[in-house]
Antibody, heavy 121, light 106 residues
Framework: HLQLQESGPGLVKPSETLSLTCTVSGGSTNTSKYYWGWIRQPPGKGLEWLGSVYYNGGTYYNPSLKSRTTMSLDTSKNQFSLKLSSVTAADTAVYYC?????????????WGQGALVTVSS | DIQMTQSPSSLSASVGDRVTITCRASQSISIYLNWYQQKPGKAPNLLIYAASSLQSGVPSRFSGSGSETDFTLTISSLQPEDSATYYCQQSFSLFTFGPGTKVHIK
């Protein structure tokens, strides 16, 4: 039974870099069957896909955030990570990691429980 | 970019009612459309993938239909535990979520 768990600082100062890690258990990230993705949800708002990383290191980013986003995958640790630079209060959100199946209609399943990151001085 | 819209933004219905939520894409996305349920304080949960396929473990009262630009999620007989926000998501070109539909139980 695959599980994902986000971890990282819950408070980040404006203009700094937000860094989160997703640890995968119960399965391997070293497989061509899945992408690994990040999604965020500002308080009281909807879901926004941030980007995805593939087992070979290939990445896809949301165009609106691409200039500030870096994702990577460490298959030896079964972890993938998100870095979002130059954050502002608008980046305050619950950040989720999720697995994405590489088939028609790539869907997100399962999801981590989410990590609240607040951007404030 | 592909934009997704949902209607209504919220609805209130009684237990046992049939509920339909609509999702529309700004361009044709074939059947690259998934539906999620999210309860307060929880991560979204996959209900329907590829427009009409029911995810394992999801009650059969949930169903999806549609293709190209117009899609629907139907709850055939609303239950108290279905109170949640429902999101559609396209994967035809990158990924975009709809704004969500909040379902309340009367």
């Amino acid at each position: 039974h695959l599980q994902l768990q986000e971890s990282g600082p819950g408070l980040v100062k404006p203009s700094e870099t937000l860094s989160l890690t997703c640890t995968v258990s119960g399965g391997s990230t070293n497989t061509s069957k899945y992408y690994w993705g990040w999604i965020r949800q500002p308080p009281g708002k909807g879901l926004e896909w941030l980007g995805s990383v593939y087992y070979n290191g290939g990445t896809y980013y949301n165009p609106s955030l691409k200039s500030r986003t870096t994702m990577s995958l460490d298959t030896s640790k079964n972890q993938f990570s998100l870095k979002l630079s130059s954050v502002t209060a608008a980046d305050t959100a619950v950040y989720y990691c999720a697995r994405i199946l590489v088939v028609v209609s790539n869907w997100f399943d399962p999801w981590g429980q989410g990590a609240l990151v607040t951007v404030s001085s | 970019d592909i934009q997704m819209t949902q209607s209504p933004s919220s609805l209130s219905a009684s237990v046992g009612d049939r509920v339909t939520i609509t999702c529309r894409a700004s361009q044709s996305i074939s059947i690259y459309l998934n539906w999620y349920q999210q309860k307060p304080g929880k991560a979204p949960n996959l209900l329907i993938y590829a427009a009409s396929s029911l995810q394992s473990g999801v009650p059969s009262r949930f169903s999806g239909s549609g293709s190209e630009t117009d899609f629907t999620l139907t709850i055939s007989s609303l239950q108290p535990e279905d109170s949640a926000t429902y999101y559609c998501q396209q994967s035809f070109s990158l990924f975009t979520f709809g704004p969500g539909t909040k379902v309340h139980i009367k």
